[in-house]
């Protein structure tokens, strides 16, 4: 199984970027798919995840300003991200869950894409 994030970038605040992360090795449809970010020196936090069926779940830092997507015909995730502020600095890493219910316990996810670094600039 192979996980890669993209899209990453340095963006003024206020500003937007989308991020993708295409799969591979693995029935996509049956996962339920999630991203996730560290900060220097914090610990992995949930961002966000869609369900097999598109079912949305998003943490409360970025709610209303990020969106995420999935394209089972192309095995991809995205995430719209608007609106960035300095507190979205970090690395932004896509994960897979076989669980039809996870949600955002990083535990839940069985695989990991390495990682994509996002830098909003005040």
């Known amino acids: 199984v192979q996980l890669q994030a993209s899209g990453g970038g340095l963006v003024q605040a206020g500003g937007s970027l989308r991020l993708s992360c295409a799969a591979s090795g693995l029935t996509f449809s049956n996962y339920v798919m999630g991203w996730f970010r560290q900060a220097p020196g914090k610990e992995r936090e949930f961002v966000s995840r869609v369900s097999r069926i598109g079912g949305t779940f998003y943490a409360n830092s970025v709610k209303g300003r990020f969106t995420i997507s999935r394209d089972n015909a192309r095995n991809t995730v995205n995430l719209q991200m608007n609106s960035l502020n300095s507190e979205d600095t970090a690395v932004y890493y896509c994960?897979?869950?076989?669980?039809?219910?996870?949600?955002?316990?990083?535990?839940?996810?069985?695989?990991w894409g390495q990682g994509t670094q996002v830098t909003v600039s005040s």
């Open positions: 994960a897979a869950s076989r669980s039809f219910g996870a949600r955002s316990i990083l535990t839940d996810y069985d695989y």
